[in-house]
């Protein structure tokens, strides 16, 4: 059974930091690409970061140069650093795993999901 439990979410003051933790279990997650998406209220989830098994990323253009992904393979976990943070990115961020090792940015190309986390970004 896949498990996927995200961690790392609160409340910040608009400009500063999170960090954002997924711990994985029950697959090979190696083998894995990775992907943090995000739901704000009233809006659809959306894309926001992907890893490939070989850490290749790519990021929705709106965190771009504020938000990296990253992963370690040996713990089975990985991370999304969000950076100057924006009351825009208020959202219940999901961490999600795919079948496969490229990354892609569909919300449909991933078969796993953890249950969320929130963060509130204030003004």
């Known amino acids: 059974q896949v498990l996927l439990v995200e961690s790392g979410g609160g409340l910040v003051q608009a400009g500063g930091s999170l960090r954002l933790s997924c711990a994985a279990s029950?697959?090979?997650?190696?083998?894995?690409?990775m992907g943090w998406f995000r739901q704000a209220p009233g809006k659809e989830r959306e894309f926001v970061a992907t890893?490939?098994?070989?850490?290749?990323?790519a990021y929705r253009d709106s965190v771009k140069g504020r938000f990296t992904v990253s992963r370690d393979n040996a713990k089975n976990a990985v991370y999304l650093q969000m950076n100057y943070l924006k009351p825009d990115d208020t959202a219940v961020y999901f961490c999600?795993?795919?079948?496969?090792?490229?990354?892609?940015?569909?919300?449909?190309?991933?078969?796993?999901w953890g249950q969320g986390t929130q963060v509130t970004v204030s003004a």
């Open positions: 890893i490939s098994w070989d850490s290749r990323t």
């Open positions: 029950g697959r090979t997650f190696s083998d894995s690409a």
């Open positions: 999600a795993e795919r079948d496969g090792s490229e990354v892609r940015f569909g919300i449909l190309e991933y078969a796993y």
